[in-house]
């Protein structure tokens, strides 16, 4: 009888597991719409990877394993690829280039290839600098829905050939841009030399007014540089809209490595520099109401953020609030956005 309830039971058991594997599916559109952190492991050969970093397009073998809300576990044989410029010379591993398209018959698959941010070092200090820049896009996502989404990750980067202790640290997961286009009912427009008078006016107003409220001048729209570019799919004739990534360069995050161009005039990064062309009154007040509508949930992001320490959160209040008193200051805001803009 025993024996008998057993099988009865284990029967059960894989038909629900069966059930189970039919039923469940990874939607990444939801899954950078959670919030919630994820434990995640990246297995390869760590050692190689980073004697190999000046070699351009190489391409790793690796494992990546991702635990989901609800127990769901999933894992895929990927191929990574180094990126990056700056933080592919001075980090102990560069920031990475995640292809999951290589299995087919794993969820995982469904997200492409996505860009990893990493910590540049394993320590408290490079965490910081990384959590502070993944904020830097949720704060965005409030400004605009022409956006990056992110994914924050618990990552522990595990060497295949096992000479090197695992290391766990924080990681984010960036949006792949077409499915941000989709999102916004756009299409990527890959490699055009546009000059950013002749990008959508209103989007690139908000560009440069944020990329000024966070103290970034690391971007350039003409050489693609930190910046993506989107236009409507079913209007070839409309302005593209700007999409601007990698903020680590920022006043905001503050990362001991962030200079700016020597050519901008600017002593740090901590000193503010609007990049943005000049606007009427009536553009920028419609836009910077954005910005004044959204200050309580920016505010939330640095409050709520278990992951920074009370003097990181102090810092980054204390950073922003100059800019929220210039966009509710007129004669700031005029002399800041218009009588100080580019004009070339």
Not at 64 to 77: H, Q, T, V
Not at 123 to 139: A, G, P, Q, V
Not at 228 to 239: E, N
Request: aromatic fraction near 10%; include cysteine; glycine fraction near 4%.
């Amino acid at each position: 009888m025993q024996k008998y309830i057993l099988l009865l039971f284990l029967l059960g058991f894989a038909k629900s597991q069966a059930v189970f594997c039919q039923t469940y599916q990874f939607d990444k559109i939801s899954f950078f719409e959670d919030t919630s952190l994820i434990n995640a492991t990246l297995t390869t050969d760590l050692v190689h990877l980073e004697r190999q970093r000046n070699k351009e397009g190489k391409q790793y073998p690796g494992h990546f394993l991702i635990s989901l809300p609800g127990d769901n576990i999933l894992d895929a044989p990927v191929i990574l690829e180094l990126r990056g410029h700056i933080r592919k010379v001075i980090c102990d591993i560069p920031p990475i280039k995640i292809n999951f398209k290589s299995q087919k018959n794993s969820e995982l698959h469904k997200l492409g290839s996505l860009k990893m941010v990493n910590q540049c070092k394993v320590s408290k200090t490079y965490e910081d600098y990384l959590i502070r820049e993944y904020l830097i896009y949720k704060m965005y996502n409030l400004i605009t829905d022409a956006s990056f989404r992110v994914r924050l990750m618990k990552l522990t980067l595990t060497d295949s050939s096992n000479n090197k202790k695992p290391q766990p640290e924080y990681a984010f997961l960036v949006e792949d841009v077409k499915d941000l286009a989709k999102r916004n009912k756009c299409r990527e427009l890959i490699n055009a030399k546009v000059d950013p008078r002749e990008t959508d006016r209103r989007q690139m107003t908000i560009v440069a007014i944020f990329e000024y409220m966070i103290g970034n001048t690391d971007w350039g729209i003409s050489v693609n540089h930190n910046t993506r570019l989107i236009i409507p799919a079913t209007d070839s004739v409309s302005r593209p809209f700007v999409i601007p990534y990698d903020f680590d360069y920022s006043g905001l995050v503050n990362a001991d490595y962030a200079v700016p161009d020597e050519n901008l005039g600017i002593a740090n990064v901590r000193e503010r520099l609007y990049r943005g062309f000049p606007r009427t009154m009536e553009e920028l007040n419609e836009v910077l109401g954005i910005f004044k509508k959204q200050k309580d949930a920016i505010y939330d992001l640095i409050k709520n953020c278990g992951m920074l320490s009370s003097s990181s959160k102090k810092d980054m209040t204390r950073y922003l609030d100059p800019f929220f008193e210039t966009i509710n200051d007129p004669y700031s805001v005029k002399d800041i956005f218009i009588n100080s803009a580019r004009n070339n």
